[in-house]
């Protein structure tokens, strides 16, 4: 583009154009700026009509980008809420009437760490023959990627991706060993973490069961 063209798109400023140019920069300035008071006055109305996660105490939070106001929470006494699908570290499943653990000890899990933080010793029978659940699961977080390959892959459905964050330490070496004793939770903890994807495992389950019953009486 030449001069001229230059000049004429506007693109140069002459003592012709500068009152426009000028005059379209004030109006930018203001439109930015009313969004910006539109949000501040809106977040004080949330407050004062005590929107939940504004108070201390409240239940997590959730933010729809659209929603008006409040974009920020009172952390630690209000959270934002985390996605259904969010990862941070694994836990180990066990059932909520029979106590019993999912985990078979298979090692499949520990196979598919990419960081190899997975440790699993199976237990073992008087007579030394292997029963399928784990002795001793060990998780090191300090090296754990957050992956969730070893959910992805377990069979038995019995590890699954935990959503707390809050895992700070000022200690690195075994504090951050998670032992299976801290790593278990029941299934029902994980239902309500996951609710998508436990109906999903549920629906698939007992229709396994059904195609196993059918078998069994054809
Ligand atoms: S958690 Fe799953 S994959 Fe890992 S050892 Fe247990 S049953 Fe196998
Ligand atoms: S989330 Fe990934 S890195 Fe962490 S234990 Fe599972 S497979 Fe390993």
Known sequence: MNDDEARRHGRVITDDNVGPLLVGMARGIAQGLSVTIRHFISTFRDSWRGVPGTSAGAEPFTQHPRDEGLFTVSY?????AVPENFRYLPVLLFDDDTNKIRCTSCGICAKVC????????????????????????TIDASICMSCGYCAEYCPFDAIKMDHRYELATTERKQ????????????VSYYA???PTDFAAEEAERLAKEQKDREKATA
């Open 175 to 186: 504090t951050l060993l998670h032992e299976k004793e801290s790593l278990l939770v029941p």
């Open 114 to 137: 990419p960081p190899q933080c997975i440790w699993i010793v199976r237990t073992s029978g008087p007579d030394g023959k292997p029963i399928p659940e784990p002795a001793a699961f």
């Open 192 to 194: 309500k973490l996951h």
């Open 76 to 80: 630690p006494e209000a959270r934002l």
